[in-house]
């Protein structure tokens, strides 16, 4: 009994790691088949084109997810009214904001429209993902991916696609997988259907929103600035190598998973020592995923990419390795400490990017992330040392 429940544990947490793996891919497996067909260029305006609807999309859905997860847990016999009331409360403020939004960006209506529907159907299948991590159905969550992607992969290979063309296409993915989320969550998302306003949610799910928000923010700040300081060409590139080497980032995550059930009964000592391994190891990762890295950018993708590019980007992503059992050990006393380093994150990198952007262009926006990941490293180091040597003159 004991090693089915391990099994079962094992690989739902190996289906749940490719699913997540394939949606945080989702765009440099598009960007695989776009780039050398298209160029460089016109992959920097379809990122141009979704960065600020995928910025009201997180918005509106900000800390949705953890929200609902605690809802659930404590009142599970209103599943149902929760989520309806969630859903369709988020989709009005989303409705009206993406409305201001569309009427105020200065392009031609064509684009506007193509704009509206990626973003919708990115917005709609979001609340989706709470009743997929409820339930458990994380099996499900990776074959919508698969099947959603698979045939936009697949009519993007075979057709040359205009801006606009893209735009439609890829927001199908996101609508087909909607459709089939409402199918197999019918019980909850079609049973006595009850539109509902109560705003009072966004109020209750602040806390969450904050650490959402923040969390979004610290990884993409410098993208954000960068869409209205670079080129095209360059913010394609840029583009292509933040998101290679925040994957190789994000992948510390889930070799620190084992870990994170006994985090919260770890000593200061049992901590430093896996930070410590968990940085020997990502160092040691990190060479290999540059190495692919260089291959897909020089002999795929065809773009002249310098070894200062590469070192900045393999900078970007190690620290990571380092802080991320941290990160990820909310007490209630450090809660305040990580939004407050996050925060100071968020605006250093924003004056960085600014300034180094303006001066070296794609190389710059590298580096204003590597320096702002450094500097979380170092604060983590030094304060985790702190509350050691604190620790030890109470006892």
Same mark, same amino acid.
């Given at each position: 009994? !004991?090693?089915?429940?391990?099994?079962?544990?094992?690989?739902?947490?190996?289906?749940?790691?490719?699913?997540?793996?394939?949606? #945080?891919?989702?765009?440099?497996?598009?960007?695989?088949? =776009?780039?050398?067909?298209?160029?460089?260029?016109?992959?920097?305006?379809?990122?141009?084109?979704?960065?600020?609807?995928?910025?009201?999309? !997180?918005?509106?859905?900000?800390?949705?997810?953890?929200?609902?997860?605690?809802?659930?847990? &404590?009142?599970?016999?209103?599943?149902?009214?929760?989520? !309806?009331?969630?859903?369709?409360?988020?989709?009005?403020?989303?409705?009206?904001?993406?409305?201001?939004?569309?009427?105020?960006?200065?392009?031609?209506?064509?684009?506007?429209?193509?704009?509206?529907?990626?973003?919708?159907?990115?917005?709609?299948?979001?609340? &989706?993902?709470?009743?997929?991590?409820?339930?458990?159905?994380?099996?499900?969550?990776?074959?919508?991916?698969?099947?959603?992607?698979?045939?936009?992969?697949?009519?993007?290979?075979?057709?040359?696609? #205009?801006?606009?063309?893209?735009?439609?296409?890829?927001?199908?993915? #996101?609508?087909?997988?909607?459709?089939?989320?409402?199918?197999?969550?019918?019980?909850?998302?079609?049973?006595?259907?009850?539109?509902?306003?109560?705003?009072?949610?966004?109020?209750?799910?602040?806390?969450?929103?904050?650490?959402?928000?923040?969390?979004?923010?610290?990884?993409?700040?410098?993208?954000?600035?960068? =869409?209205?300081?670079?080129?095209?060409?360059?913010?394609?590139?840029?583009?292509?190598?933040?998101?290679?080497?925040?994957?190789?980032?994000?992948?510390?995550?889930?070799?620190?998973?084992?870990?994170?059930?006994?985090?919260?009964?770890?000593?200061?000592?049992?901590?430093?020592?896996?930070?410590?391994?968990?940085?020997?190891?990502?160092?040691?990762?990190?060479?290999?995923?540059?190495?692919?890295?260089?291959?897909?950018?020089?002999?795929?993708?065809?773009?002249?990419?310098?070894?200062?590019?590469?070192?900045?980007?393999?900078?970007?992503?190690?620290?990571?390795?380092?802080?991320?059992?941290?990160?990820?050990?909310?007490?209630?006393?450090?809660?305040?400490?990580?939004?407050?380093?996050?925060?100071?994150?968020?605006?250093?990198?924003?004056?960085?990017?600014?300034?180094?952007?303006?001066?070296?262009?794609?190389?710059?926006?590298?580096?204003?992330?590597?320096?702002? !990941?450094?500097?979380?490293? =170092?604060?983590?180091?030094?304060?985790?040392?702190?509350?050691?040597?604190?620790?030890?003159?109470? =006892?």
């Amino acid at each position: 009994m !004991q090693l089915e429940k391990f099994i079962s544990f094992v690989s739902n947490g190996l289906v749940n790691a490719a699913s997540q793996l394939l949606q #945080s891919f989702s765009l440099v497996l598009i960007s695989l088949i =776009v780039v050398p067909t298209q160029g460089i260029e016109f992959w920097g305006k379809f990122v141009s084109a979704i960065i600020l609807p995928g910025l009201l999309i !997180q918005l509106v859905s900000g800390g949705n997810t953890s929200y609902l997860l605690r809802k659930f847990s &404590f009142h599970p016999q209103q599943i149902k009214q929760e989520w !309806q009331e969630n859903y369709t409360t988020r989709l009005i403020v989303y409705a009206l904001l993406a409305l201001v939004l569309i009427i105020s960006i200065p392009i031609e209506t064509s684009l506007k429209f193509s704009i509206l529907f990626w973003a919708t159907g990115n917005f709609l299948y979001q609340p &989706f993902l709470i009743l997929i991590i409820f339930k458990r159905k994380f099996f499900l969550s990776l074959c919508l991916e698969i099947i959603s992607l698979a045939p936009t992969l697949t009519y993007i290979y075979f057709n040359t696609a #205009s801006l606009n063309e893209l735009l439609i296409v890829t927001g199908i993915s #996101s609508y087909s997988k909607t459709i089939l989320a409402s199918f197999f969550f019918r019980e909850i998302a079609f049973n006595k259907i009850k539109v509902s306003w109560r705003p009072s949610i966004f109020v209750e799910a602040f806390p969450f929103f904050t650490l959402s928000m923040i969390g979004i923010l610290a990884s993409r700040v410098g993208l954000y600035l960068a =869409v209205f300081l670079l080129p095209d060409r360059e913010l394609g590139i840029y583009q292509l190598i933040n998101s290679f080497f925040s994957n190789l980032q994000i992948m510390a995550f889930f070799f620190i998973q084992p870990f994170m059930k006994h985090m919260y009964r770890m000593s200061s000592k049992k901590m430093r020592i896996i930070a410590n391994k968990m940085f020997a190891f990502g160092s040691i990762f990190l060479l290999p995923g540059t190495g692919l890295i260089w291959l897909l950018l020089e002999l795929y993708f065809k773009l002249d990419i310098s070894l200062a590019l590469l070192i900045a980007g393999y900078l970007m992503g190690l620290p990571y390795y380092y802080y991320a059992i941290y990160m990820n050990r909310i007490t209630e006393n450090s809660e305040r400490m990580i939004i407050r380093i996050s925060l100071i994150s968020i605006v250093t990198n924003l004056v960085l990017s600014f300034v180094l952007i303006n001066a070296m262009e794609v190389l710059g926006a590298l580096l204003a992330n590597a320096i702002t !990941q450094w500097g979380l490293l =170092v604060f983590h180091f030094f304060y985790n040392e702190q509350s050691k040597s604190t620790q030890i003159s109470k =006892v």
